[in-house]
């Protein structure tokens, strides 16, 4: 998707390569390691991060057709994909997992969507848990009359995103020796690890429990290159309970590395990242003289 010669999203004007800002913290210089901000969340003003990296080639295979993607009531993903079809003119549809009824009025992130024009159509949790099977799927796009539509999963993880993410670890190639992302889906790491240099090493910091990452990158890497590709790993340790949870400890962190670097702190993802790292750095977990770079994949939503 970042391809610049994409006609519509060319003139979006992404910031692309987003810049890599070196930041001085002590927790991390005191182990004579440095911290670099890849700032992914200066790419576009509402295509944030790895959203536009996800969304901008499934909007290019999309061509002219409608845009169907899933997510739960308060998903960043399906915040990204109906601003991506108001500033594009692509018509969108969101699933979303759970009853309209109890939904009703929007929450703020649903609201913001359907104002962006993406059209909701909400389904039960038992038939969300199935969106995946052919017959389901088939079922839902006919409810939601949008049968010919061109389908995104959820959190936009297939192998046109993840070739797409790989572009995030070629424009850090030699700048840090361990690349770290928050992961939901797996797929911005699956494309990280694919383009960053032989020797350099991408680190996921899953933010919801359960332990099925290593599985389903393994998958998007095959089906997006044919096999594996770099050299990646996974620390599950630092999801808090899952997701959308967030402690009193996390936001006091998040709040404070906002004050040290003047960097608003995402709290979803983003902060979860952050705090996995300092921990790492305290643990001695990275050499001393190397550099660790945090992928700040979004910011928070007004």
Known sequence: MTSPDTPGLASLRPRLPS?????VDGRFEQRGVRLLLKRDDLIHPELIGNKW????????????????????AWSNHLRATAAAGRLLGVSTVGVVRGDELATRPLNP???????DGMRLHFVDRSTYRRKTEPETLA????????????????GGSNAQAVRGCRDLGAELRGEAGTVAVACGTGGTLAGLAAGLAPGQRALGVPVLKGGFLNKETEVLQHRAFGGPRGTWTLDDRFHFGGYARVPAGLDAFAADFEQRHGLPVERLYVAKLLYGLVALAEEGAFPRGTAVAAVITGRPFP
């Open 139 to 154: 079922a839902v796009l006919r409810s939601a009359r949008a049968e010919e539509a061109y389908v995104v999963p959820e």
């Open 19 to 23: 810049p890599v800002q070196e930041v």
């Open 109 to 115: 992130s649903l609201a913001r969507c359907a104002a």
């Open 53 to 72: 990296r996800k969304l901008a080639p499934n909007l290019a295979a999309a061509a002219d057709r409608t845009v169907v993607t899933f997510g739960g």
